[in-house]
């Protein structure tokens, strides 16, 4: 069974400039979150998804925007880069999401912004 | 709001011997409590969840931790480290009413195993 994957590993982008990050879930599984890390603050959630809805929102400005296609692939946008969001952007899914299901991870885009 | 506390930010400790990484999380109702491990650069790997029942819970690679609900600890063990388990490792909690689609996660303790 294939795992979470998350496209494109690497990315540098320079400030001011819009990325999109892409995550294909695990196959059947419907909730797709996502999180930032970065050293100073750690892993923080950014939003789920489930059904081509977004179910949660983390505490993130709205430069930071995401959706979810009816294949349960998610993509994730972050618009007018700065050089604070440069950070390991990872991406989980889960058959429902919340409650106890557990969420499987993918290996995460290192987004560098210049 | 639910959160989740590691008491210490780096563990070292010589290979073979027994190592505890501890945890604390707060929150007004039930939760479920997970525990990540991180190799470098790789994604997250699921250790082990709590979500009811025993307190003890046992996951892949020798881990165990015991769920304290009077204490509000899910403190994660293994009797014997090996130079591999050198990563850093996450508490999570999520459950909370409004954050039910979501992970809380500890800060990290990197865990340093050495011959």
Redesign the interface.
């Known amino acids: 069974k294939a795992g979470v994957t998350q496209t494109p590993r690497y990315l540098i982008k320079t400030r001011g400039q819009q990325v999109t990050l892409s995550c294909s879930p695990i196959s059947g599984h419907r909730s797709v979150s996502w999180y930032q890390q970065t050293p100073g603050q750690g892993l923080q959630f950014l939003f789920e998804y489930f059904s081509e809805t977004q179910r949660n929102k983390g505490n993130f400005p709205g430069r930071f925007s995401g959706r979810q296609f009816s294949n349960s692939r998610s993509e994730m946008n972050v618009s007018t880069l700065e050089l604070g969001d440069s950070a390991l952007y990872l991406c989980a899914s889960s058959p429902r999401g919340g409650m106890g299901y557990g969420y499987t991870f993918g290996s995460g885009t290192r987004l560098t912004v210049v | 709001a639910q959160s989740v506390t590691q008491l210490d930010s780096q563990v070292p400790v010589f290979e073979e011997a027994p190592v505890e990484l501890r945890c604390n999380y707060s929150s007004s109702v039930s939760v ?1 409590l ?1 525990w ?1 491990v991180q190799y470098p ?6 250790l082990l ?1 709590y ?2 029942g025993s307190t003890l819970v046992k996951g892949i690679n020798g881990f165990e931790a015991e769920f304290n609900k009077s204490q509000t600890s899910f403190h994660l063990r293994k009797p014997s480290v090996h130079i591999s388990d050198t990563a850093e490792y ?1 508490c999570a909690v ?2 909370e009413e409004g ?10 303790t990197l865990l340093t195993v050495n011959p």
């Open positions: 479920y997970f990540y650069n790789q994604g997250l790997q699921l969840k979500l009811s996450f999520s459950g954050s039910n689609y979501k992970l809380t996660f500890g800060k990290g």
